[in-house]
């Protein structure tokens, strides 16, 4: 079992930066494929930032160049660096660890179908962008 813990969301106006972190327990995250998501009102799952097992980043498009994903395996926290951040980035923003690596964005948000493996996800930290 893996518990994820998202903390760093808030508000910030438009061209602001926040950095969000998750933090993992019961078992390292460099053994899964991890990355972020993110959930806006009405709207589906979106895949936003993956890490694989080798360090190998993945970005969406609508985030390159803006994101950052990093994974601290000292301690055992997953982080996202936002910069330029746009009303459009608005929503609930979760963590997850899942097998098998490497993963896909809709394995990620598990939105229509679970991976293979094992899966984790947090309860997410709200990020409000105003223009």
């Known amino acids: 079992q893996v518990q994820l813990v998202e903390s760093g969301g808030g508000s910030v106006q438009a061209g602001g930066s926040l950095r969000l972190s998750c933090a993992a327990s019961g078992s390292a995250l460099e053994r899964y494929c991890t990355g972020w998501f993110r959930q806006a009102p009405g709207k589906e799952r979106e895949g936003v930032a993956t890490?694989?097992?080798?360090?190998?980043?993945r970005y969406a498009d609508s985030v390159t160049g803006r994101f950052t994903i990093s994974r601290d395996n000292t301690k055992n926290t997953l982080y996202l660096e936002m910069d330029r951040l746009q009303p459009e980035d608005t929503a609930m923003y979760y963590c997850a660890a899942l097998l098998p690596d490497p993963c896909s964005f809709p394995e990620l948000t598990g939105a229509h179908y679970q991976p293979r493996g094992a899966h984790y996800r947090g309860q997410g930290t709200q990020v409000t962008v105003s223009s």
């Open positions: 890490v694989f097992i080798s360090g190998r980043t």
